[in-house]
């Protein structure tokens, strides 16, 4: 595994990547990471770079998720699959992955997310639309869903 740390909007991400893709996003700085030259790091940050700058909106970096259990890769294959600029509740979620009592379960899931903003937990709101639980705090969690907003926004009225 090769790590890189980067500077974003939201402060420090570490960056992981194996021989098959992109494995971890950490929020701040890892112990022991550096700049390795290797085109799946460079790949993944420049996506990384692209979606700060509202120039991304799907991320095609392969992945790399090694563990997890086959409820957690369902409920993290389902948020992969949430548009960009828009939100699922954790209710909506645990439908989707055949659970529909399990909200708690789904946030129990997006909390191990090993790949967070490119598996995008953040999309994922309690009831009513309440922003509740990340693993990178509440600040930022609003700070990418507002990006997205205001980028797909921009999008759809061509500003």
């Given amino acids: 595994m090769r790590w890189v740390v980067i500077d974003s909007p939201i402060d420090e991400l570490s960056v992981a ?3 098959t893709g992109v494995c971890g996003v950490h929020f701040g700085a890892m112990e022991g ?4 030259d290797d085109p799946r790091l460079d790949e ?5 770079r ?5 120039d991304l909106t799907d991320f095609t970096v392969p992945l ?8 957690e890769r369902a409920v993290w294959h389902q948020m ?7 939100m699922r509740t954790y209710g909506e979620i645990a439908a989707a992955v055949g659970d529909p009592g399990g909200a708690r379960a789904v946030g129990v899931a997006c909390n191990r997310n ?5 598996v995008p937990c953040h999309r994922i709101v309690g009831a009513g639309g309440k922003l509740v639980g990340f693993g990178g705090g509440l600040p ?3 700070y990418l869903l507002e990006l997205e907003a205001r980028f797909a926004l921009q999008r759809a009225w061509r500003l």
């Fill in 64 to 71: 790399s998720v090694r563990r997890g259990s086959d409820f």
């Fill in 140 to 142: 930022r969690k609003r």
């Fill in 44 to 48: 993944a940050v420049a996506e990384l």
């Fill in 50 to 54: 692209a979606y700060f700058a509202g």
């Fill in 33 to 36: 990471a550096g700049e390795p």
């Fill in 80 to 86: 992969s699959l949430i548009p960009y600029g828009e």
């Fill in 17 to 19: 990547v194996d021989d």
């Fill in 114 to 118: 090993p790949i967070p903003v490119i």
